[in-house]
């Protein structure tokens, strides 16, 4: 799926207003459980962690300092995860991000550059 596909599947799924989106963001998402089963790796659960539940300006800031590597943490449950209260849950944090500051949107551009070439993985 690419780019443009995913923005356009989160714009469908995810509820445009402020209240559906803020109670999407409420749940408790099982990240450990998905690490158990391999779903995830140590480092995306970390990075998970740090982000998840956090202030928009301390979330801004860990983008500004590690941005790539949330965005694939975040492609990572995108990629493995099927339960669809934790991919409700990613593509509102997703989308949360770039009404934020639609400039983090170079993150995922960024992210592209570096697996150029891998045709086999569209994220």
């Not at 943490?73 to 639609?102: G, H, S, W």
Request: proline content about 4%; overall charge negative; charged content about 25%.
């Amino acid at each position: 799926m690419a780019l443009q596909s995913v923005y356009q599947y989160a714009n469908a799924t995810i509820p445009a207003e402020a209240d559906d989106l803020a109670e999407i963001l409420c749940r408790d998402i099982p990240w450990e459980t998905y690490m158990t089963a391999r779903l995830i790796a140590d480092k995306d659960l970390q990075l998970i962690r740090r982000y998840d539940k956090r202030s928009e300006e301390l979330q801004a800031s860990l983008l500004d300092e590690s941005g790539p590597a949330y965005i694939e943490a975040f492609l990572t449950v995108l990629r493995n995860v099927t339960k669809e209260e934790t991919v409700q849950y990613i593509l509102a944090l997703l989308l949360q991000m770039l009404r934020t500051n639609p400039s983090h949107a170079v993150l995922f551009h960024r992210l592209g550059d570096q697996h150029t070439g891998n045709t086999t993985d569209p994220y």
